[in-house]
């Protein structure tokens, strides 16, 4: 990211992504019980994409965060190369590390998505040094990740996730696949 991008991004709203988490967990069990469509409750429909978005990016930034041990807060802005962009303090300094959004989508939607086909494609980014990917695996088939081959891609990072348990209170994020990937499973923030 050059200087005025991140001059820019000092001055906007941080978001707490396990504040968020909690909040849209909240919000829930409220509709579970309207009479809405699944493309609504699953948050599939052109006029929530930003709300799914939103809370993928809570969620990746959650589990990274379980990863490194410390708090990993995001801001939601989407520029031409990054869906948002993940924001932690260390040695009393603001860090920025832009991040692309990617997901698998479930089969009911596209029955052809692969996490290879994903992967693949990210040979498009010539040479994004401090992008990171994070994919969302949004589909219940075991994952074969011992299979997955990595093209000639120059980004800073590659990181998987997933819901480990079907009510989606258990999390997996698998990466870093640039460097020596390993499983850390996190659990769905609750309000207490």
């Known amino acids: 990211m050059d200087r005025p991008q991140l001059n820019e991004l000092k001055n906007e709203r941080r978001v707490n992504s396990e504040k968020a988490l909690k909040a849209l967990r909240a919000v829930e069990p409220l509709l579970a019980d309207l009479p809405l469509s699944d493309a609504v409750k699953s948050l599939r429909s052109n006029d929530l994409k930003s709300l799914r978005e939103f809370r993928y990016a809570a969620l ?3 589990g990274i965060s379980k990863y490194y041990g410390f708090p990993i807060d995001f801001v939601f802005k989407e520029a031409s190369d990054y869906d948002f962009v993940a924001s932690w303090q260390s040695d009393d300094q603001q860090h920025f590390a832009p991040v692309q959004m990617k997901e698998v989508v479930p089969e009911r ?38 299979k997955i081959t990595l093209p000639n891609i120059n980004i800073a990072a590659l990181w998987l996730f997933w819901a480990a348990s079907p009510d989606q209170f ?6 870093n696949m ?3 990937p390993e499983h850390t499973y996190f659990e769905y923030p609750m309000q207490i």
Do not use: M
């Open 60 to 62: 990746f930034c959650y």
């Open 178 to 180: 640039l460097e020596k």
């Open 170 to 175: 258990l999390w997996c994020l698998y990466g």
């Open 109 to 146: 939607l596209n029955r052809t998505a692969a996490l290879q086909k994903t992967i693949d494609k990210l040979t498009k980014y010539p040479s994004s040094h401090d992008l990171t990917v994070a994919i969302l695996i949004n589909r219940n088939r075991e994952l074969k990740l011992e």
